[in-house]
């Protein structure tokens, strides 16, 4: 399957200006030829008349380019071509393609050839996953640091120190008696591993934000029916996607909406008001309102009377919001509004709430300065990396065959996350979420 020359759109469907289509395997040079009529220079772009080659009629005028292997985003013979991105024209281009030998390629299969071709490691394919679904400012260079191998950088440098000391480890393993000071080399490997476990334990501590950056902050809005709770998701999106109505009850599902705060992306989700009810429909709301909020980062609790919020909301930040503040007779203000007093209906303090909210989500992911870890996958292989140091560092005096078992299972945790080992696992999830073309 990897020996067929595949091709497909990468640039967006419908209708536009410019379509790109990229072609790629061991068919490409002679594919380019008997469509462009002629192979161009590598790496530079020529003008061509495409033609169908079944019947020599001209489809469009555009650009081709031409990249041979290896130096090729794939890592084979490669090619692209610029068409006009009209569909009658495109459905020409990809028929004269499918027709010359070319098969079409299935989501993520060039990058996964580029992986296997080791032009990027996992972490960066990863990363260009990322790059392509990022929605803000902050998850775009986050991603765009992770699809240039930084993480892979950096578990190459460990994993070098850890080869150092495992090679400390066989010699005693294997050279007993040739130690000159007993109970040297078990102090060298300590000094290795130290700084190590110490670089884990860092990024370990600001996984969370790292992880946050790429899925979204969560802020779930809840309090007692008829609090407004709609009211304020359809104010802060500035359009109806929650029905409001006077009566208590209205919402039963569970409606998420993803905000660009910052740059920080934001989840915010509207609930079912908490309240007793014999509603089969409107228990199972309830129900999810009540994971939703347990689940959440923050949790704004709307209510228009002064309620205390009720303990045991979430497993994050509460911040109680009083509500309707318009219906609140100026006198009263002073003595009932001490905290955040908003109204839906004026605007007043909308913008106060939006500033915390900001504030609120910046903090949750770590200002923006995420570390190497963005997702749950790089996390589990830190964390196992770093638990068999730790044991070594624990206990360094044990005999050297356990402390190397300990050091292979911390360097193979290294390597996962580059994919240097068990990749094939990992392999589907990933290209299964990527567009056809990448
Ligand atoms: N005067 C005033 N009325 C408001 C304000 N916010 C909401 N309301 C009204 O309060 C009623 C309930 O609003 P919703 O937004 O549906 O309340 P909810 O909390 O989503 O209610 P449930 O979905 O039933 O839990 C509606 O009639 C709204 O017009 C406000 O700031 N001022
Ligand atoms: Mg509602």
């Known amino acids: 399957m990897d020996h067929d020359t595949i091709f497909a759109i990468a640039s967006g469907a419908g209708r536009a200006a410019i379509t790109v289509l990229r072609l790629s395997g061991p068919a490409t040079r002679v594919i380019v030829e008997s469509i462009a009529g002629k192979l161009p220079a590598p790496r530079s772009a020529a003008l061509a008349t495409f033609r169908d080659p079944a019947t020599g009629d001209a489809i469009d005028k555009g650009l081709v380019t031409f990249f041979p292997a290896p130096k090729s985003f794939t890592g084979e013979d490669y090619a692209e071509f610029f068409c006009h991105g009209g569909r009658a024209v495109v459905a020409a281009m990809v028929k004269a393609l499918g027709g010359s030998g070319a098969r079409p390629a299935e989501p993520g299969e060039f990058t996964r050839r580029a992986l296997i071709n080791g032009k990027m490691d996992l972490a960066e394919v990863e990363g260009l996953a990322d790059l392509i679904d990022a929605e803000t400012e902050w998850q775009r260079r986050a991603a765009l640091r992770q699809s240039d191998g930084v993480l892979g950088r950096q578990a190459a440098i460990w994993r070098g120190a850890l080869l150092e000391a495992s090679a400390l480890l066989a010699a005693e393993i294997d050279f007993p008696e040739e130690e000159d000071v007993p109970g040297a080399s078990g102090r060298r490997v300590c000094e290795i591993l130290t700084p190590v476990l110490a670089g884990l334990k860092a990024e370990l501590a600001t996984a969370r934000a790292g992880e946050r950056l790429r899925e979204g902050v969560t802020i779930v809005i809840a309090g007692p029916p008829n609090a407004g709770k709609s009211t304020l998701v359809n104010a802060l999106a500035h359009r109806d996607v929650a029905i409001v109505t006077p009566f208590?009850?209205?919402?039963?599902?569970?409606?998420?909406?993803?905000?660009?705060?910052?740059?920080?992306?934001?989840?915010?989700?509207?609930?079912?008001?908490?309240?007793?009810?014999?509603?089969?429909?409107?228990?199972?709301?309830?129900?999810?309102?009540?994971?939703?909020?347990?689940a959440a980062d923050l949790v704004l609790w709307l209510s228009e009377a002064r309620d205390p919020v009720p303990s045991g909301v979430t497993g994050g930040e509460v911040w109680p919001v009083f509500t309707k503040s318009d219906l609140v007779p100026e006198g009263k203000k002073q003595s009932l509004c001490q905290d955040l007093c908003i109204s839906a209906e004026t605007g007043e303090n909308i913008d106060v709430l939006i500033k915390r909210m900001e504030d609120f989500a910046r903090d949750a992911v770590g200002g923006g300065h995420t570390g190497l870890i963005a997702r749950e996958r790089h996390r589990k292989s830190f964390e196992a990396a770093a638990s068999a140091l730790a044991r070594i560092l624990d206990n360094p005096e044990a005999p050297a065959e356990l402390l190397a078992e300990d050091l292979r299972a911390a360097m193979f945790s290294l390597q996962r996350l580059t994919g240097v080992v068990d990749v094939e696992d990992i392999l589907g999830e990933i290209f299964s979420r990527f567009c056809i073309g990448k």
């Open 248 to 294: 208590a009850g209205t919402t039963r599902d569970i409606i998420e909406l993803h905000f660009d705060l910052g740059g920080c992306p934001v989840t915010l989700i509207d609930t079912a008001g908490l309240r007793e009810s014999t509603d089969a429909a409107e228990q199972i709301g309830i129900l999810r309102a009540r994971e939703k909020a347990q």
